[in-house]
């Protein structure tokens, strides 16, 4: 299974960006998607996953800012992120594994998209 992360970029506090993913080596409807995030100097957070059947959660600080959506039929998962805050700057990874109940257990990794946002 491999992923491959692009989409990341530079933009100024407020704007937007969009990031993909694209799986291969997996039937991707049958998984669940998730994008984490690590700033310098902190661990991996989870910023928002997606199941099979497009339900969605959010962490607090990106929600009603990010939107998480997947297109099964492209393979591809996407991270659209409006309204960006200098606190978002970080290495953004996508990420396929599975939810039991409302947790999420990450399997494979893709090799993560730089997002800076200056103030």
């Known amino acids: 299974v491999q992923l491959q992360a692009s989409g990341g970029g530079s933009v100024q506090a407020g704007g937007s960006l969009r990031v993909s993913c694209v799986v291969s080596?997996?039937?991707?409807?049958?998984?669940?998607m998730a994008w984490y995030r690590q700033a310098p100097g902190n661990t991996r957070e989870l910023v928002a996953t997606?199941?099979?059947?497009?339900?969605?959660t959010y962490a607090d600080s990106v929600k009603g800012r990010f939107t998480i959506s997947r297109d099964n039929a492209e393979t591809t998962v996407y991270l659209q992120m409006n309204t960006l805050k200098p606190e978002d700057t970080a290495i953004y990874y996508c990420?396929?594994?599975?939810?039991?109940?409302?947790?999420?257990?990450?399997?494979?990794w893709g090799q993560g998209t730089l997002v800076t946002v200056s103030s």
């Open positions: 080596g997996r039937i991707l409807s049958n998984y669940a």
């Open positions: 990420n396929t594994g599975y939810l039991s109940g409302s947790t999420y257990y990450p399997e494979y």
């Open positions: 997606v199941s099979p059947s497009g339900s969605t």
